[in-house]
């Protein structure tokens, strides 16, 4: 069930990658606004992971075509880039970027708001980046895996939002996805597992302001809410220390 387990040598690997996605994430920042093609962001990634000897967890993955996962508006996750999709004022954009660096992979996701977003969208995004990171601050040995879902639905509830349950977090280290599988919502049969020490997994909560279901466009990836509802998706890897929690899609700052 805890597949993920890792030694302090494969943090410092996980670490470096982490650091990658990272940076990467810093170097597409400015260009991602109104005009831009979500086909052009995917090619500043490639180029990105080519030049520092990485490459896409998702390029080639299952029959994945592109380097990176863009999903705007109404799409949940799994949007696939493309010089027909180009962003626009009032948008709001999730992009998934995946790397893998030594044999070792990095996953973050992070929102980006095109211009004049509505306020109601604004808190969509806040508050799903509020929720991760109150799921992380949680984390630490001893602690069940149930109450990463716990701790999201505490924020995400007052705002009047739905979690999106098609999708999960997961292990991952030497390859992209592991168990376990991190739930979003509460279920108790995570309550009975509980984090170690080298535990390495992705928080990742989906967050729509309609109802919670999704229906898989024609292209097999593109997942949409049912009802045309905003979503939005904040995404780290972690892992699991001796008191507490590291996130290794953070930039390395004063560390060696
Ligand atoms: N980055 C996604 C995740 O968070 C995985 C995307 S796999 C792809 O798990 F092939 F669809 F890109
Ligand atoms: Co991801
Ligand atoms: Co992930």
């Given at each position: ?78 949007g ?9 004022d ?130 097999g990836?593109?997942?949409r ?22 996130i ?9």
């Amino acid at each position: 069930m805890l597949a993920s387990v890792y030694a302090p040598k494969d943090f410092k690997r996980l670490r470096v990658v982490g650091d990658l996605v990272a940076r990467c994430f810093d170097y597409i920042t400015p260009y991602i606004k109104a005009g831009i093609s979500t086909g052009e962001i995917d090619r500043m990634v490639a180029e990105f992971l080519r030049e520092n000897g990485a490459r896409s967890s998702d390029l080639g993955y299952q029959g994945y075509p592109k380097s990176i996962c863009t999903s705007v508006n109404d799409v949940i996750v799994h949007g696939i880039p493309s010089d027909d999709v180009i962003l626009k004022d009032g948008d709001i954009v999730n992009v998934d970027l995946t790397a893998e660096y030594k044999g070792f992979h990095g996953d973050s996701s992070r929102m980006f708001m095109i211009g004049n977003v509505s306020p109601r969208a604004r808190e969509l995004v806040q508050t799903c980046q509020d929720a991760l990171n109150a799921a992380i601050a949680v984390c630490a040995p001893g602690v069940p895996l149930s109450e990463i879902g716990k701790t999201i639905e505490a924020v995400v509830k007052p705002h009047g939002f739905s979690i999106s349950r098609d999708f999960v977090g997961h292990g991952i280290g030497k390859v992209m996805h592991d168990d376990p599988q991190i739930y979003h919502f509460y279920d108790k049969m995570w309550d009975k597992v509980k984090m170690v020490p080298g535990l390495v997994f992705t928080i990742e909560p989906m967050i729509n302001t309609g109802r919670p279901e999704c229906k898989i466009d024609a292209d097999g990836w593109t997942a949409r809410t049912v009802d045309g509802g905003w979503s939005a998706q904040w995404e780290h890897t972690l892992g699991i220390t001796e008191d507490g929690v590291t996130i290794f899609t953070e930039k390395m700052i004063n560390e060696n």
